[in-house]
Protein backbone atom coordinates (compact mmCIF):
# COMPACT_ATOMS: atom_id res chain seq x y z
CA UNK A 1 0.00 0.00 0.00
CA UNK A 2 0.98 3.28 -1.00
CA UNK A 3 2.38 5.43 1.69
CA UNK A 4 1.39 9.03 0.86
CA UNK A 5 2.55 10.74 3.78
CA UNK A 6 6.45 9.66 3.48
CA UNK A 7 6.45 9.79 -0.77
CA UNK A 8 6.70 12.67 -2.49
CA UNK A 9 7.98 14.23 -6.47
CA UNK A 10 10.74 16.98 -6.83
CA UNK A 11 8.68 18.98 -9.09
CA UNK A 12 5.80 18.77 -7.77
CA UNK A 13 3.73 15.57 -9.07
CA UNK A 14 1.07 13.45 -7.61
CA UNK A 15 1.11 9.96 -6.25
CA UNK A 16 -2.16 7.76 -5.78
CA UNK A 17 -2.45 4.48 -4.98
CA UNK A 18 -4.59 2.37 -8.02
CA UNK A 19 -6.07 -0.28 -5.72
CA UNK A 20 -7.85 -2.45 -8.81
CA UNK A 21 -4.51 -2.17 -11.05
CA UNK A 22 -1.94 -2.84 -7.99
CA UNK A 23 -0.27 -0.07 -8.79
CA UNK A 24 1.44 3.71 -8.25
CA UNK A 25 0.44 6.48 -10.33
CA UNK A 26 1.88 9.32 -11.10
CA UNK A 27 -0.01 12.29 -12.41
CA UNK A 28 3.01 14.61 -13.75
CA UNK A 29 2.53 17.84 -15.77
CA UNK A 30 6.45 17.96 -16.29
CA UNK A 31 9.36 15.47 -16.27
CA UNK A 32 9.66 14.41 -12.15
CA UNK A 33 11.80 12.37 -10.39
CA UNK A 34 9.75 10.78 -7.02
CA UNK A 35 10.30 8.36 -4.19
CA UNK A 36 7.81 6.13 -3.26
CA UNK A 37 7.53 4.52 -0.05
CA UNK A 38 5.41 1.37 0.32
CA UNK A 39 3.56 -0.01 3.78
CA UNK A 40 3.30 -3.64 4.50
CA UNK A 41 -0.21 -4.41 3.66
CA UNK A 42 -1.13 -6.89 6.94
CA UNK A 43 -4.31 -9.09 5.90
CA UNK A 44 -6.01 -9.99 9.52
CA UNK A 45 -5.56 -13.67 10.02
CA UNK A 46 -8.04 -15.26 12.36
CA UNK A 47 -7.17 -18.49 14.59
CA UNK A 48 -10.02 -18.75 17.08
CA UNK A 49 -13.36 -17.75 18.74
CA UNK A 50 -15.08 -17.78 21.86
CA UNK A 51 -18.14 -17.43 22.87
CA UNK A 52 -20.53 -16.20 25.07
CA UNK A 53 -22.83 -18.07 27.46
CA UNK A 54 -26.07 -18.79 26.55
CA UNK A 55 -28.41 -16.47 29.19
CA UNK A 56 -32.10 -16.15 28.68
CA UNK A 57 -32.13 -17.89 25.37
CA UNK A 58 -29.47 -15.68 23.53
CA UNK A 59 -25.13 -16.20 23.39
CA UNK A 60 -23.08 -14.46 20.94
CA UNK A 61 -19.14 -14.35 20.19
CA UNK A 62 -17.50 -12.53 23.14
CA UNK A 63 -13.65 -12.33 21.17
CA UNK A 64 -12.01 -12.84 17.80
CA UNK A 65 -8.41 -14.20 18.06
CA UNK A 66 -6.07 -13.08 15.57
CA UNK A 67 -2.78 -13.93 14.63
CA UNK A 68 -0.86 -10.52 14.73
CA UNK A 69 -1.95 -7.23 15.73
CA UNK A 70 -4.40 -5.68 13.68
CA UNK A 71 -7.64 -3.81 15.37
CA UNK A 72 -10.93 -5.27 14.23
CA UNK A 73 -13.31 -2.88 13.09
CA UNK A 74 -15.95 -5.08 11.63
CA UNK A 75 -16.83 -8.70 12.47
CA UNK A 76 -19.51 -11.00 10.13
CA UNK A 77 -20.73 -14.37 11.34
CA UNK A 78 -22.41 -16.91 9.81
CA UNK A 79 -24.33 -20.33 11.84
CA UNK A 80 -25.29 -23.33 10.19
CA UNK A 81 -25.55 -22.10 6.30
CA UNK A 82 -27.61 -18.44 6.69
CA UNK A 83 -26.37 -15.48 5.42
CA UNK A 84 -23.34 -13.82 7.03
CA UNK A 85 -24.54 -10.74 9.18
CA UNK A 86 -22.74 -8.24 10.92
CA UNK A 87 -21.92 -8.48 14.60
CA UNK A 88 -21.13 -6.92 17.80
CA UNK A 89 -18.55 -8.44 19.63
CA UNK A 90 -18.84 -9.08 23.78
CA UNK A 91 -23.09 -8.63 22.96
CA UNK A 92 -25.27 -11.82 23.39
CA UNK A 93 -27.23 -11.29 20.05
CA UNK A 94 -28.22 -14.70 18.39
CA UNK A 95 -31.20 -16.83 19.78
CA UNK A 96 -30.03 -20.11 21.03
CA UNK A 97 -30.97 -23.50 18.84
CA UNK A 98 -32.67 -25.35 20.73
CA UNK A 99 -32.68 -27.27 24.30
CA UNK A 100 -29.99 -29.06 25.84
CA UNK A 101 -26.62 -29.53 24.15
CA UNK A 102 -26.00 -28.23 20.38
CA UNK A 103 -23.34 -28.56 17.95
CA UNK A 104 -23.77 -25.73 15.26
CA UNK A 105 -21.09 -25.01 12.05
CA UNK A 106 -20.25 -20.98 11.94
CA UNK A 107 -18.01 -19.50 9.67
CA UNK A 108 -16.67 -15.51 10.41
CA UNK A 109 -14.30 -12.92 8.91
CA UNK A 110 -13.33 -9.54 10.41
CA UNK A 111 -12.30 -6.16 8.47
CA UNK A 112 -10.10 -4.13 10.45
CA UNK A 113 -9.39 -0.59 10.82
CA UNK A 114 -7.13 -0.58 7.59
CA UNK A 115 -10.28 -1.36 5.44
CA UNK A 116 -8.02 -5.06 5.38
CA UNK A 117 -10.73 -8.38 4.85
CA UNK A 118 -9.43 -11.59 6.94
CA UNK A 119 -10.09 -15.18 4.60
CA UNK A 120 -13.32 -17.00 6.27
CA UNK A 121 -12.22 -18.86 9.46
CA UNK A 122 -15.23 -21.94 10.10
CA UNK A 123 -15.39 -24.05 12.60
CA UNK A 124 -17.50 -25.57 14.96
CA UNK A 125 -18.86 -25.30 18.23
CA UNK A 126 -21.11 -27.18 21.28
CA UNK A 127 -22.81 -25.50 23.26
CA UNK A 128 -25.68 -26.23 26.18
CA UNK A 129 -29.11 -24.44 25.70
CA UNK A 130 -31.15 -24.20 29.12
CA UNK A 131 -34.21 -25.01 29.44
CA UNK A 132 -36.69 -22.11 30.02
CA UNK A 133 -39.00 -22.17 32.60
CA UNK A 134 -42.45 -19.94 33.30
CA UNK A 135 -42.63 -17.99 36.51
CA UNK A 136 -44.76 -19.40 38.47
CA UNK A 137 -47.26 -17.35 41.35
CA UNK A 138 -47.53 -18.31 44.80
Known amino acids: VLNE ?6 NGSTLSWDSETNSVVVTASKEDSCK ?11 TGVSFLSE ?8 TI ?3 GEN ?6 FKINGIDFTEIEL ?3 NMCKLGVGTQTF ?3 VYVI ?3 GNTSDIFSSSHTMSFSVEKEKQGL
Request: proline residues 2%; aromatic residues 12%; hydrophobic residues 40%.
Open 5 to 10: EKSSCD
Open 36 to 46: VYMDKNVIPII
Open 55 to 62: QFGVFGVD
Open 65 to 67: KLK
Open 71 to 76: VISKVF
Open 90 to 92: GVR
Open 105 to 107: DYQ
Open 112 to 114: DVN
